[in-house]
């Protein structure tokens, strides 16, 4: 029995030797390396790493086995900048973690990070590492990626094809019930010039936008700027026929305004002779050849089918969309209405009207030069942005501490935020160009015509000078 004894003794003592350096070991690999009561450990991003955002979550594990972490001690630094003081740091009951906001993201490449901390002991422990930053961002987000342009257009081609049979079928219908005809119900009813030079043009705008967008979206090649250049057409399409006729127009309510002057100073000396002023009226209109013609003729034939001069001078100036025209019309058909010195009242109404054109030409001559000066003062913000852009890559970060953001623990006492990159200051430069050439257009209308839609094609130029220098200086 003791013989037994001895011997399970002895097998018992053989597998403690065997196992306890065995649990020894593990127990070894399991627990930090540690050189003192407090030990801190990287966990991301990873030593010598990746980081696959710009803006990522940094996280430092800590243990101590003596005392509590001291959070004010807590010193991080991300690229030589001092974040602690951020407010982003949290300091948990195991870990120090700083997520990384977009206004200080980090730029793509190489980065380093180190963290301090002590415990209320007084125990001190560092850990600082490398990192690269290669973000896998993926293409911009599509919103029409279940939509495809040629469904898009297969749409709107069913539309157009249903709504141009109901109207078709309404034509027909009317056609047979009441001779309806598409010329005869157009010389009643025109169309009203909106339609064509805004709504339709609106319509075709947003089509454009939408299937450019869904191109631009399922390219990821295209650079970032594609996404602008887009909504610059977009802007083309559904401007460029309005502006021309908005120009137009006011070319031709100048044209009325010197026309219906001279109108006025030959049918002054007609009633001098003794003529009345719907006579006068008849036989003006065989003689004029200017922008007055049409209406005259239309005038005459009303005159000669006994109607009374003071409606047809006003229906016949209607048209004119002036309304210089239209008071002094308005004048004189009350003047030819009560009678008396009738003769005069045309040749002052005249004499005024002649004065108030001629002003207005001199005007517009005299305002060429501010106008003038409105693009230079355009031309000299794109040279200075040009100028930015050059000379970007040489700059350094921005300091903040000006708008009182600062940090007493970092270089300097103030807090920096890391540069835009090139392409992002193109990108931003040149959107921030492409509003001020819409805002300036729309300036030069509104101060040389009184109107923004007369700037216009101002903005539209501007726009265009804008996209083609940027293209070409930074493609």
Known sequence: MRGGLAVALAVVLCLLVLVAPSSAAKAARMAPAATGPLVLTVETPPPNGTATSVTPTIVVAFHDTVAAINPSSVVMLVDGLNVTESGLVVVGATSISYAVPTILKLPVGANNASVTAADMQGHTASV???FNVTPSTPGPSNPFA???PTTILLYVGIAAAASGAIVGGYILFLKMT????IRRYFATHPVERLYVTLYVPLGAAFIYTL??????????????SAVDYVFIGTVFVALTAFGIDSRRQLGRIRAF???????LFEMADAMRGGIDPAKALVELSKTHTNILAKHLRVAADSVRLGRPFGAILREMVSTMRSSLITRYAGLIADASTIGGETATVVYRAAKDMDDFVKIEEEREKQLALPVAV?????AVLMAVLFALLYIAPTLGTLNVSIIGITNPLSS???TAIPKLTVPEMKERFFELMVINALGTGAIIGAFTEGRARYGILHSLGLVAATAIAFFVLFP
């Open 178 to 181: 009441t001779r309806f005809t």
């Open 128 to 130: 600082a590492w490398n």
């Open 146 to 148: 279940s939509i495809k």
């Open 211 to 224: 299937v450019a967008l869904s191109y631009v979206f399922s390219t990821p090649s295209l650079p970032a």
């Open 374 to 378: 409105i693009y230079i003062a355009f």
């Open 257 to 263: 305004e010197r026309a219906f002057a001279q109108f």
């Open 412 to 414: 300097g006492g103030a």
